[in-house]
């Protein structure tokens, strides 16, 4: 049996296993409650595998292999800045958002300000920065088949894109929350195992001697001992003091991003109490960790033992380095038959991965704008629950089109540095907003409408005027060069151009309820009234 039919039948019961699961999720799906939160009924640990399952998605497993097997240790600082971003998210976000909102980011933003304005604005960032990090797991799904069945058209690759975002569609639409939640919880179960197998097999290869795989993976690479010190993608001389400052935006953007990336923070409120929100944080926190010290054996090992120049020609991004990798140490250690095994085990987790993570991007943007656009300021408060739930089933078809249509153009681009543009755009646009709002006892209106579009505006705009866009080999449009912005990530401008902007606002404007920030206060801390919260 050959490696494509393989992994076409393990994708195949993937799909069918958790399609049967949608499927009772869906008939479990009452309420609007249900839809969103997944009736608020999953405890800590299966909502940390949950959040596992929603981080981890093809930019971690897929894209991070593959910088680290292209650029050493500057790929690896990927992996830090995606981990250490869980603490900003824990210490300042988690419990505080699960106490003060009901179903979206908006709900918290809202209670205290002008609903209308706000919810307006939080919906757009919304729906903008799920479609950012959308085009990565499209872009992701394109390579993976490519490398499997020797795709080399655009056609093929394209059809790829149309599937996998008709399955994502339908996990949303059928499933909700809860059928989604499943989905994740096994995906972050499958991925976990099916990269520790690998690193186990690399490691064995190795002797369990991590300076011999990091030395044969210098030799393979072709860059000697500059594989493992820093300035190989980042900071190089060539790139002089843009690239020193493109490294300190990727670093920012990676920190902050993930506080305020929408299809995170949607996950808090699928927890009955703030206790189990910190709790499903911890968990995240170690399943992630522990996964992104796998990816470091993952990139060195797909160095050492496919070859940096192996990898660039199969996808120049880097893309398909870890399932080159199963194949090959499969095939050192167990023959051929063991390559074609665990190159298809690996391809239809990755797959697993893109289907559960794009399903998560698509219900935050669809629940953002049923919840707060559709009911909040088309509305005006007065939309049933039921119309609220067959609007964001039908906006989830209208933003999983979208998501194709840039998906098939995206392809030339890595899908960790895609996501990094998506995190840019949330610390610049979501997260002033969101910090201003719980410790900011001035904030207003003003104040958050200013933050969220100044941020968001500001970061799309440079990435328009970027190499990433246009004036390079691997841009989106090759063709032609409009570039005058020459950071291949907007976060140190854009980052502090939102808090500037959520300040200049709030100062200028004279709005100020001191007796709702109080109130927004208590409930943060105490979770008092939270499923009351944000109605209006």
């Avoid at 399609?19 to 839809?35: E, H, Q, Y």
């Avoid at 003060?100 to 960032?125: E, H, Q």
């Avoid at 656009?373 to 089933?393: K, P, S």
Wanted: charged share 10%; hydrophobic share 55%; aromatic share 10%.
């Amino acid at each position: 049996m050959s490696h494509e039919t393989l992994a076409i039948l393990l994708f195949l019961a993937f799909v069918g296993g958790t399609l049967a699961i949608t499927v009772w999720a869906g008939r479990n799906t009452k309420s609007a409650s249900d839809f969103y939160a997944g009736g608020r009924s999953f405890s800590g640990v299966q909502n940390g595998l949950a959040i596992g399952g929603d981080y981890m998605s093809a930019a971690s497993f897929l894209g991070i292999a593959g910088l680290i097997a292209l650029y050493g240790y500057d790929g690896f600082l990927y992996s830090i800045g995606f981990l250490v971003a869980w603490l900003v998210a824990l210490l300042l976000v988690a419990e505080l958002m699960r106490n003060s909102g009901k179903y979206t980011m908006a709900d918290v933003l809202a209670f205290r300000m002008s609903p209308r304005p706000v919810r307006t604005a939080a919906g757009v960032s919304t729906i903008t920065v799920s479609i950012f990090y959308l085009l990565a797991q499209m872009v992701g799904a394109g390579a993976l088949v490519a490398l499997l069945f020797g795709f080399t058209s655009d056609f093929a690759k394209g059809a790829t894109i149309v599937l996998v975002g008709a399955l994502m569609i339908v996990y949303v639409v059928v499933g909700g929350m809860k059928g989604t939640t499943w989905v994740q919880i096994v995906k972050a179960v499958l991925l976990m195992g099916g990269a520790t197998l690998v690193t186990l097999l690399v490691l064995t290869k190795f002797g369990f001697n991590l300076s011999t795989l990091l030395r044969d993976a210098a030799e393979q690479s072709g860059k000697g001992e500059a594989f493992l010190e820093p300035g190989l993608r980042y900071a190089t001389e060539a790139q002089g003091l843009a690239g020193k400052l493109d490294l300190i935006s990727l670093g920012l953007a990676l920190v902050l991003g993930t506080a305020g990336l929408p299809h995170i923070l949607i996950r808090f409120y699928t927890v009955p109490t703030a206790r189990d929100a910190r709790k499903s944080v911890l968990w995240g926190i170690g399943i992630i960790g522990s996964f992104y010290l796998l990816t470091l054996v993952l990139g060195f090992g797909a160095a050492a033992l496919v070859g940096t120049a192996e990898i660039a020609k199969a996808n120049p991004a880097g893309n398909t380095a870890a399932p080159q990798l199963a194949q090959e140490i499969g095939e050192q250690i167990f023959g051929e038959v063991g390559g074609t095994v665990l190159l298809a085990v690996i391809a239809a987790v990755a797959f697993a991965t893109i289907l559960a993570v794009v399903a998560g991007l698509t219900l935050a943007s669809s629940s953002s704008f049923a919840h707060d656009l559709y009911a909040h300021v088309f509305r005006r408060g007065q939309a049933t629950e039921r119309e609220e739930v067959r609007v964001a089933r039908v906006s989830a078809f209208v933003i999983g089109a979208v998501a194709i249509v840039l998906g098939i153009f995206a392809q030339r681009l890595n899908v960790a540095f895609l996501v990094a543009l998506a995190f840019a755009v949330a610390a610049s646009g979501n997260l002033p907003a969101i910090l201003y709002s719980l410790f900011w006892k001035r904030f207003n209106t003003a104040g958050a409408v200013a933050a969220i579009y100044g941020g968001l505006g500001s970061a799309v705009l440079l990435v328009i005027f970027s190499p990433v866009v246009s004036g390079s080999e691997k841009a989106l449009f090759t063709g032609s060069d409009w570039s005058v912005f020459p950071l291949e990530n907007p976060g140190i401008v854009s980052i502090p151009i939102g808090f500037l902007c959520g300040w200049l606002g709030t100062v200028l404007s004279k709005e100020f309820n001191a007796a709702k920030y109080a109130e927004i206060e208590v409930r943060s801390l105490t979770g008092a009234g939270a499923e009351q919260a944000a109605t209006h």
